[in-house]
């Protein structure tokens, strides 16, 4: 079963994977590394070409900076098919950034201590594995460290993004009411996705003069985390965002414990995560939505909206029994009628939904592979089941695209699956779907 397919995602994959030793997400759209992309596509290369998957990992770490920041975007290569690249972006101007490689000055989600397990779990030689393992490891922890020392601005264990391309889900409409309260000047530039993707189904011109004036902002300051707390419209606390970091601190734990010795890095995880837990349980849930939510640090108050990060909790080490049972009861109810694929980017009742545009509605295999292992978790075996047998029914019908519609039944104008093509991580995690053991 899917012989056919399991030889096209590798065939994404090896095209996609660069001399330089990492893999693009789509060809034109995506030409450089990204941080989360780089994770997931470590874990599909796990499966079948394990010396891939470590170069992988050991190239996007190579980035790091001084301060144990681990940029979102890392430019090896040239290549004018992207907007805004190295020359907007303009990393050297912080004193921290790595002068061996142009970057962004932002980040992405936490994914690579997850990643590492993940990795260990599923290849072969799993004495190998820990062996390259522990030759990383640090610089995961260390990125950690940076989280907790210069994002944690209010001392309670849970990191803000201070970028919509940080949170990886990037023109969601949670951000809208930011929006809202900025007017940033009108770029003169020149977009370039619109012309590798119809425009229906990317950002607006206006949603990128936000992104711009952002980065204008950090940049102003040198891409000091401090000042950009201060004077960045954007600050918020996302619920995949810190997910993700406490789903991974509990993966170092793990991996540290392996390795053996590393007492005292074990014993700074346990007090990060303690603390973290807490706050994201008491700071992030919604008892109305029942669900976890975005909170803008900038007005103080939550961002009442429901969307696929709002059950990201369920991966990590977060919500006990009872919350669970909550979580799981909104997105079956919200998310889970027959008509639809599970599991749209958006609550679908919202005015704010649309099921063609990038965050704002479809669904995203990535998202999809987080809500399956964390329904696992949660001992929610059916609806586990359902999420899984969705995401291989939308690649099998449509093929490895960035995103694609939740409805099962799409209107004759639109096709269903949506972005780029040929998408890296779509590859990647169909693989750890099918052949999960
Ligand atoms: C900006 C690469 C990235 C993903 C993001 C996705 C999209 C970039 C863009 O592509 O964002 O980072 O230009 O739209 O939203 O999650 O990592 O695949």
Redesign the pocket.
């Known amino acids: 079963m899917y012989n056919d397919l399991i030889q096209k995602a590798k065939t994404v994959l090896d095209t996609n994977f660069q001399p330089g030793g990492f893999t693009i ?2 060809k034109g759209l ?1 030409p450089f590394q ?1 941080k ?2 780089a994770g997931f596509i470590a874990i599909g290369f796990a499966h079948y070409d394990v010396v891939k998957a470590k170069k992988e990992i050991e190239t996007l770490l190579n980035a790091q900076w001084k301060n144990g920041f681990i940029p ?2 890392v430019f090896h290569t040239e290549s004018d098919t ?1 907007f805004p690249g190295p020359d907007f972006h303009q990393s050297h101007l912080s004193k921290e950034s790595n002068p061996d490689y142009p970057s962004t000055g932002m980040v ?1 989600p936490p994914v690579l201590g997850f990643v590492l397990e993940h990795m260990l779990n599923v290849v072969e030689d799993k004495k190998a594995m820990l062996q390259f393992i522990s030759t990383q490891i640090d610089k995961v922890f260390w990125n950690h460290e940076y989280f907790y020392k210069e994002r944690d601005v209010t001392n309670e264990g849970l990191v803000y993004i201070y970028h919509n ?1 940080e949170s ?3 023109n969601s409409p949670i951000w809208d009411d930011i929006w809202a309260t900025m007017n940033p000047p009108q770029y003169t530039f020149k977009r370039k ?1 619109t012309s590798h993707v119809d425009a229906s189904q990317r950002p607006s011109n206006r949603e990128y003069d936000h992104y711009l004036y952002l980065i204008d902002i950090a940049k102003k300051y040198n891409y000091k985390d401090a000042k950009i707390a201060e004077h960045s419209p954007f600050l918020v606390l996302d619920p995949l965002f810190n997910a993700m970091l406490i789903k991974s601190n509990e993966s170092l734990i793990n991996l540290y414990k392996k390795l053996g010795g590393h007492a005292d890095k074990i014993k700074q995880l346990e007090t990060w995560q303690k603390q973290s837990v807490a706050s994201f349980n008491s700071k992030l849930f919604n008892e109305e939505l029942g669900a976890f939510v975005h909170y803008d640090l900038k007005a103080d108050q939550q961002i009442p909206f429901v969307c696929s990060s709002s059950f990201a909790a369920l991966y990590a080490p977060i919500v006990d029994a009872d919350r669970a049972e909550i979580l799981v009861n909104t997105l079956q109810h919200k998310f889970g009628d027959e008509s639809l694929y599970l599991c749209a980017s958006f609550d679908p009742s919202s005015e704010r939904y649309d099921p063609k545009r ?2 704002r509605g479809p669904v995203w295999i990535n998202m999809n592979w987080i809500l399956y292992l964390g329904l696992k978790r949660a001992g929610k075996t059916a609806l586990a089941a359902r999420i899984k047998a969705d995401t291989l029914t939308l690649l099998e019908r449509y093929g490895f695209y ?1 995103y694609f519609d939740a409805r099962k039944k799409v209107p004759d104008d639109a096709f269903g699956g949506y972005g780029g093509d040929n998408f890296s ?1 779509s590859a990647a995690l169909f693989l750890d779907f099918v052949n999960e053991k």
């Open positions: 997400p789509s995506y990204w989360w992309d979102h975007i992207y992405q391309w990886g889900t990037d996705d990038y965050w960035e991580w």
